[in-house]
């Protein structure tokens, strides 16, 4: 695809040649004269260094060089674009493999696929353009919103409501018992988990991540939200929309998160936490059971506390070390 094309579909303004064939899509240091890469400002005194035959840049980017450049509000967002752009998807597959097995009083509808060996239970609703692949297995009772993708070997426990275009990623688990037992007579009991879990349009989660159904109620994670993979979402949780999570991190029972908060890797959440919309808790974070973290709020360590005083706190640990190691240390 020629640069000026990619930029009129992107809506963009050009600079250079026009007449340019971009074929691929490749990291700045890696890009080669046939690949489009993108600048933050972060990045942009590594224009020069970069051998990329289009660049996607800042709208105030310089271009001392005269580059071929593409410019846009947003380049790292714009570069996702254009990936869809350059490498379309394909044609998703259709049809029932004849190895699956459906169970009685199922809507299903005509233009699906399911793959090999894929178990669906009585009373199942799946919908239009939906892709459940090899391996996976539906419980009874189960709603997938139309256009979702769910990947091999995943498992949905009934009851549950999945949203459209929803992308549950291979090995999680969708609906298994929360963590939920009573101590009676010297030993623990389960306390039966009868709740449900519901998921938003458009979420993603990643592979081998688990959403426990509610003990009694729901568990819920809001439209857009994106969970990576190795994420475990306990019984009776409820993650608001647009709600990032990264790798590793655990939620326990009853927490709540709120509208576009952001949860770095490897945290863990204590039982009925809150954490307000727009906040932010860093990678490894501790935050204690019952905690309150308020809206906007950026929190780091454990347990976690506001970033300043996470901050400060270090910077003393630092000089006191330094003290205890003495003069030689400086």
Same mark, same amino acid.
């Not at 997938?144 to 995943?154: D, K, M």
């Given at each position: ?15 250079g ?35 990329? =035959? !289009? ?8 271009n ?22 350059? *490498? ?6 259709? &049809? ?9 009083? !199922? ?5 699906v *696929?399911?793959?090999?060996? +894929?178990?669906? &239970? ?11 692949? #090899? ?7 189960v709603e ?5 993708? +769910? *990947?091999?070997?995943?498992t949905? /426990? ?12 291979? =090995? ?9 037992f ?5 030993? /623990? ?13 458009? @979420? ?5 991540? !688990?959403?426990?159904?509610a ?6 994670i ?10 475990? @979402?306990?019984?009776? !949780? ?7 999570? %990264? #790798? ?5 029972? =009853? +927490?709540?998160?709120?509208? /576009? ?17 727009? #906040?932010?808790? =860093? ?11 308020? #809206? ?13 005083? /996470?901050?400060?706190?270090? %910077? ?15």
């Open positions: 695809m020629r640069v000026r094309e990619l930029a009129g579909r992107m809506e963009a303004s050009w600079e040649d026009g007449e340019r064939e971009i074929s691929g899509a490749a990291a700045l240091e890696e890009a080669r004269e046939n690949d489009l890469s993108f600048l933050t400002r972060r990045m942009l005194k590594q224009a020069g260094q970069s051998r990329a =035959g !289009c660049l996607l840049v800042p709208a105030d980017f310089p001392p060089g005269g580059r071929t450049v593409i410019r846009v509000r947003d380049p790292r967002e714009a570069m996702a674009r254009a990936i869809a752009i350059l *490498y379309p998807a394909g044609a998703r597959p259709r &049809g029932v493999h004849p190895s699956a097995v459906i169970g009685e009083d !199922c809507e299903i509808a005509e233009d *696929y399911i793959g090999p060996l +894929v178990a669906i &239970g009585r009373g199942a609703r799946i919908g239009a353009g939906v892709a459940i692949h #090899a391996g996976a297995s539906i419980g009874e009772g997938i919103g139309e256009g979702s993708v +769910v *990947y091999a070997n995943v949905i /426990y009934g009851p549950a409501r999945i949203g459209r275009e929803v992308i549950l990623h291979s =090995g999680c688990v969708i609906g298994a018992d929360g963590f939920g009573v101590r009676s007579g010297g030993e /623990y009991r389960k306390f039966p988990q009868i709740g449900r879990v519901e998921i938003g349009d458009r @979420v993603e989660i990643g592979a081998n991540s !688990c959403v426990d159904r003990a009694l109620g729901v568990t819920s809001g439209e857009g939200t994106k969970l990576d993979n190795l994420v475990h @979402v306990a019984h009776n !949780c409820k993650i608001g929309r647009h709600v990032v999570v %990264a #790798a590793q991190t655990g939620f326990s029972g =009853g +927490v709540e998160v709120g509208d /576009y908060a952001v949860i770095g890797g490897q945290g863990g959440v204590g039982d009925k936490a809150k954490i307000e919309a727009g #906040a932010v808790v =860093g990678s490894g974070s501790g935050v204690l059971t019952s905690k309150i973290v308020r #809206a906007g709020e950026v929190m780091w360590g454990t347990p976690a506390r506001p970033l300043r005083e /996470y901050l400060r706190q270090l %910077a003393a640990l630092a000089r006191l070390a330094r003290k205890e190691r003495g003069p030689e240390a400086e």
